[in-house]
């Protein structure tokens, strides 16, 4: 039985909704981090190609395959053959949001946690170095926050796909773009800042590693949303005459701009307020959290900045977390024929088990370590390093074995003049399975401790 899908109703409410969930923490807490950790200017240069390449022929890919098949991952692999292979490449695909919405809204917890007590005024408070570990360390609080992300996303699934997704991109996204280049202007300009915007910038072959890699190929999976089924689902809600070959591209613009102007809030405020020292770069998933607090309590007017730094991050985390679940509710209206307020149910238990184990692991769940990571960190590895790229070679092995090129060009040609389509079928033939198959190996084999990277 077919069921009228909803549908996004036009080409910049698909865009505005794609990059609504492409945008989000990925871009603002885990770009920074990455690219100070993983080699600078390096680490952006690789990750500007992959993004270009790659991760264009990626979503290009998914998002056809969804059109095509008006369908979710699961639907769409099962719509070429119902082999074991073909149920496995819809459920990988469909499990992994599954996997990340809870421990994602952990942090969009620590999002609202910190624009909360901005709009109290504590912009001194916060920026003392252990306000971030005093905060973690509290099982209460770390439950609290999570859960009221998570109950504000709920509230949005529940008003369905146009209503709730669409309308809260439109508003979100550009005013987004205006306050991040405020914070980044103030940023930049600090004293001492300059070394931090040269080490972003410019690529210094020493701080290369194969880690670069590995760290530029997840990252990119991450915040383009690739490889976890989002953009099958975001496809299948697409009209026809939507320019798939256009809208990607500024998709991928929009989302790596809004990368960089991350980057140039919180990389140079590393050097400007703690000398460029090499362990400040290496902080990891505190680095906003830390940094951030320190520059805005430098300014003036602090408090203000404060409060629409963490409101601009709230959004982009928030419209982030929706596309998640849509995906993951999605999923299990059209495989189990629950209803919508079913499916939505099983994943708030999904969110609350997952979620709350995510968060109690900074604290009385510290002593659980997997594979020598916390909790939170292991969700992160797992889907990012190992689950995503199986993900992704599954899309390419139907496309490839089963599909065929030319009927992903087909349905890529019914609006868009695929310009690239040397480009994306050089890509998806060779690039992609060797590479995939690479990182992947290298990232088990690293956590594994067989090699270090
Ligand atoms: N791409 C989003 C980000 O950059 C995160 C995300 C991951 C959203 C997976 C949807 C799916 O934050």
Redo the contacts with the bound molecule.
Sequence with gaps: MKTQRDRFSGKIGYVLAVAG???????????PYLAAKYGGGMFLLVYLILMLTFGYALIVSETALGRMTQKSPIGAFLTFGKSRGHRFGGWINAI??ML??PY?SVIGGWVLKYLFEYLRGNVQELAADSYFTGFTSSATEMELWFLLFAVLVFAVIFAGVKKGVEMISKIMMPLLVVLAVIVAIYSVTRPGAMAGVKYFLIPDLENFSWMTVVAAMGQM?????IA?G?LYTYGSYMKKDIDIEASTKQVELF?TGI?VLAGLMVIPAVFAFSGGDAAALQAGPSLMFITLPKVFASMGFGTGAGILFFLLVLF??LT??I??ME?CVSTFVDQTGWSRRRSTGVMVVVMVVLGSASALGFNILGFVRIFGMSILDFFDFLTNSVMMPIAALATCALILKVVGLSNIAKEVQISSAFKRRNMYNFCMKYIAPVFLVIILLSSIANVLGWITM
Excluded: E, H, K, Q
């Excluded at 969930?21 to 770009?31: D, E, H, K, P, Q």
């Excluded at 999976?221 to 949303?225: A, D, G, H, K, R």
């Design positions: 969930s492409a945008v989000g923490l990925g871009n603002i807490w885990r770009f992994i949001p990340i919405v994602y999976f991450y915040s383009l949303s976890m989002i989302d990368a982009a985390a982030s977390a596309s998640l995906s």
